[in-house]
């Protein structure tokens, strides 16, 4: 059903039928009695799926990434389709515009999709005025990144602004150095700028009553000596986590054609074709570190499989986004499925 659906809405302009399908499903979701059944249908209940992680537990251990719910305006909706957690953001302080459209584009022949969305989002004030209307009881983290024009001499800063602005509201926080989408944005990931960067985040995040927990996302085009110096970062400045990975600038082993590839022009590709190569992160980071911090694992997953590939490989949670656009809801289903069969055996 989902499939024939999906084939009618990619016929038009991605961007659009995101913003079409997050609105259809509110509209429906408010239909008296239709919120219980859409939730019963996709939700995998049983404790044995409840995941314990940087102190946190989570309901089930499959999570919406960040990108989805840039504004954190569509969270409660998304939470009956049986996610564990969600992600919303990226957020920055003020509100921008992102990149010129078109800025989204899908890779059917690949499952994939390429997108330079550039940070859009309406600003830190917005996202917590619709986090002030939290219904769901699920775990939300807040992604937090930089606006463009900030330079990356003060963008600790706007961390800071954003760190602080939500802090009352989410769950856990995840420092966005990775995406390809803002100029320079990338630069920060080197040693020092990151370390200094984090640190600050842990000082600030140490005066509180109740501390939260603070995760990195990565790119999955890093090397392995890069790889060594987040293991590196992530013992010193003592940060919860990792997130791999974000998306790639790679174009490598593509079904689709390279005029069509090389039309669509910058930006970063997530879906099918990163599935190994961010298996391939998780792994070493999990190998070169000892396991001595989580990993929470994204990039292509499309089926259970490619779900239990992630966790095999060392990922204590799992995230969804471009496998949730191609395969709807019922593979958070599917993936909780298998995941409770392995924990029962």
């Known amino acids: 059903m989902y499939k024939l659906l999906r084939s009618f809405l990619f016929l038009f302009d991605p961007e659009k039928v995101h913003y079409f399908t997050m609105s259809f499903l509110k509209f429906l979701l408010k239909i008296p009695g239709f919120k219980c059944l859409w939730s019963n ?4 209940n049983n404790k044995k799926l409840e995941t ?3 102190g946190l537990t989570f309901k089930n251990p499959v999570g919406l990434a960040a990108g989805f719910d840039k504004n954190a305006a569509m969270y409660n909706e998304l939470a009956a389709c049986g996610f564990g957690f969600i992600e919303i953001g990226t957020i920055t302080p003020k509100a921008q515009d992102g990149n010129p459209k078109p800025r989204l584009f899908r890779l059917k022949d690949d499952n994939g999709i390429i997108n330079r969305m550039g940070f859009n989002n309406d600003g830190v004030e917005v996202a917590i005025e619709n986090l002030k209307k939290r219904k769901t009881s699920l775990l939300i983290g807040g992604n937090i990144g930089k606006n463009k024009v900030t330079p990356n001499e003060n963008a600790t800063d706007d961390y800071v602004i954003t760190f602080e602005a939500l802090f009352p509201y989410v769950d856990y926080f995840v420092v966005n150095v990775s995406s390809p989408n803002t100029p320079g944005l990338r630069e920060l990931q080197e040693k020092e700028p990151l370390k200094q960067l984090l640190v600050t985040l842990m000082d600030l995040n140490k005066t509180k009553d109740k501390r939260k927990p603070i995760l990195l996302k990565i790119a999955p085009d890093l090397t392995n000596e890069q790889l060594d110096d987040i293991v590196e970062i992530v013992t010193e400045t003592a940060i919860d986590g990792v997130i791999a990975t ?4 790679s174009r490598e082993g593509l079904n689709a054609s390279k005029t069509m590839v090389n ?5 970063g590709l997530s879906g099918k074709p990163l599935s190994k190569r961010s298996t391939e992160v998780i792994r070493y980071l ?3 570190s000892n396991h001595s911090f989580p990993i929470i694992g994204v990039g292509g997953i499309h089926s259970a499989e490619d779900a239990l590939e992630k966790i095999h490989a060392g990922a ?3 995230q969804l986004y471009t496998g949730f656009i191609y395969e709807g809801s019922g593979l958070i289903k599917k993936i909780n499925q298998a995941i409770l069969k392995e924990r029962t055996k």
Do not use: D, E, R, W
């Open 52 to 54: 314990t992680v940087f």
């Open 316 to 318: 204590a949670l799992i």
């Open 286 to 288: 999990a190998v070169k």
């Open 263 to 267: 039309s669509i022009g910058a930006g």
């Open 246 to 249: 974000n998306t790639t600038i």
């Open 41 to 44: 249908y996709y939700t995998v």
